[in-house]
């Protein structure tokens, strides 16, 4: 049961808030879905479309990196505007790229509705924490956001069992087709129901961040994404030009921020990160997106094209890693009150890797068992280690830095999540082009590919492990980020 603090802003009674965080769950999971329903969707769509694995990995990269550019103005959004104004406007863009999805001819205008379904997902996660942030009181902050793990990293885990089952019997459009009409329920149920727990104020939109953000963040994601594309032939410029574009942008939009938070214009307040524990609970949270969304494009993949798998049977394998997820995040949140974060996060982490290691011995004679095993040791680790990560990370945070805190987290997340999904499928392209020119088959070949994307993504988690050492127990509230 969420327990909630008793007054909205101003002192004023909040308007039913246990429906209110209800109803903002039941938003988010619908549209976090979206993120990873078409991975075991992407060799059809390679056939349908005609287009190569590089390229349709941009439909769950490209919606990722929407997100990403979309996420660092959330700050800004929040505070200038009512909640209940920022909710409908989510939902209706997402509502409208379902349609556009669900009607779409070819890749170029799938593409084009992704990103609009991601425009509105994007506002919903911070929009979802800050509304948490401000009514649920400290102490029982760990059980509601376990329930919020549940979305974040639930929702995208059973995205390919939903479309695997949706996908035995009907055309990949009808995948849109049935969340379409969820979508339009939820945004006719919040334009009655949802209420205003904040009081927007003024707030400077910084004209010269917004590019430098978008550049930066698509920079890097783009470019990893152009390494697999330039591995099958298919890049249209060298990927270290994105590369290097994106490295610099970062750095100027760092720079830029540092300079406009003193008067109060900070697109994304980086105050956040002079809390040590903030800094360390983002950048492990990021390692596990990025695996956790690296395992989901690769997974699907490995199963149809190297053990011939079916999109039903694919969809089923992966279902009791997201299960897993489901069922233990509200107890870890439980767990997080009472323990703090240390003693959830190690274990977590650890099981993590160990999950991550036995992907990474994949090949083209593994079982089933053998797959779901490592799935479900790789998801009950990320659900140990997750709650804890967030619930701490903004809880260290004073109270006028929660909405700037809640978009650095959702933008860190969405961005590793981008990367993960770019990275592991370059590694596998060029691993399987490596091993294709040795003269190996294809169904080999495709499996030392997935073999390599693992390998390195098990090295990636022993220094997860490492860093977790580093996590306090202790819950420390509203640090001081004064200079």
């Keep these: 049961m969420v327990e909630t603090k008793a007054d909205g802003p101003a002192g004023q009674k909040a308007a039913n808030p246990v429906l209110l965080i209800g109803l903002l769950l039941i938003a988010t999971f619908v549209v976090i879905l979206n993120e990873t329903i078409l991975s075991v969707a992407l060799p059809t769509l390679m056939v349908d479309l005609d287009i190569t694995a590089s390229t349709a990995q941009w439909l769950t990269s490209g919606f990722l990196l929407t ?3 979309i996420i660092p103005t959330t700050g800004f959004i929040l505070q200038r505007f009512h909640m209940r104004t920022v909710y409908i406007a989510a939902m209706s863009a997402f509502t409208v790229g379902t349609l556009v999805a669900a009607l779409a001819p070819g890749f170029e205008v799938l593409m084009v509705a992704r990103v609009i379904q991601a425009g509105g997902t994007a506002l919903m996660i911070p929009l ?3 509304t948490i942030l401000n009514v649920v009181p400290e102490h029982s902050r760990g059980r509601t956001m376990g329930l919020v793990s549940i ?3 639930v929702a995208p885990a059973i995205g390919p069992t939903v479309s695997g089952l949706i996908l035995e019997s009907f055309d990949w459009r009808a995948m849109f087709w049935i969340v379409l009409p969820i979508a339009a329920a939820v945004l006719v149920l919040g334009g009655l129901f949802v209420r205003n727990v904040t009081e927007p104020r003024k707030a400077h939109l910084d004209f010269i961040s917004v590019p430098l953000s978008a550049l930066g963040f698509g920079g890097l994601v783009y470019g990893l994404s152009s390494i697999g594309e330039s591995a099958a032939g298919h890049a249209p410029v060298p990927p270290w030009v994105p590369l290097i574009i994106g490295a610099v942008a970062l750095v100027l939009f760092v720079i830029r921020q540092q300079r406009l938070v ?4 900070a697109l994304l307040d980086l105050r956040t990160f002079k809390v040590a524990s903030f800094r360390l609970a983002v950048g492990l949270m990021g390692g596990l997106m990025l695996t956790l969304f690296g395992a989901l494009i690769l997974l699907p993949l490995y199963l149809q094209n190297v053990l011939d798998k079916s999109v039903l049977t694919t969809g089923l ?3 009791p890693g997201g299960l897993v997820m ?4 509200p107890g870890v949140g439980a767990l997080f009150d009472r323990w703090g974060a240390r003693p959830l996060v190690l274990p977590g982490t650890i099981a993590m890797s160990a999950g991550t290691w036995l992907l990474a011995t994949l090949n083209t004679t593994s079982s089933l068992f053998h797959v779901i095993g490592a799935h479900v040791i790789l998801s009950a680790g990320i659900a140990f280690a997750l709650t804890p990560l967030m619930t701490s990370a903004l809880g260290s945070l004073p109270p ?4 700037h805190g809640s978009a650095t987290v959702s933008t860190v997340q969405q961005v590793a999540g981008a990367a993960g999904t770019a ?3 370059t590694l596998m392209t060029r691993g399987t082009t490596s091993s294709a020119s040795d003269g190996t088959d294809e169904i080999t070949a495709y499996s030392d590919g997935t073999h390599l994307a693992f390998l390195v993504a098990g090295v990636l988690s022993v220094v997860l492990v490492l860093a977790a050492t580093m996590v306090k127990s202790t819950k420390k509230s509203g640090a001081d980020i004064s200079q």
Aim: cysteine-free.
């Design 67 to 69: 997100m990403a550019i």
């Design 128 to 130: 979802l924490m800050t």
């Design 151 to 153: 979305v974040i990293s």
């Design 262 to 265: 003193s008067r109060g214009f």
């Design 317 to 319: 394998v992966l279902l």
């Design 326 to 329: 489901g069922l233990l995040a």
């Design 400 to 403: 006028e830095l929660y909405s």
């Design 423 to 425: 990275l592991f499928i």
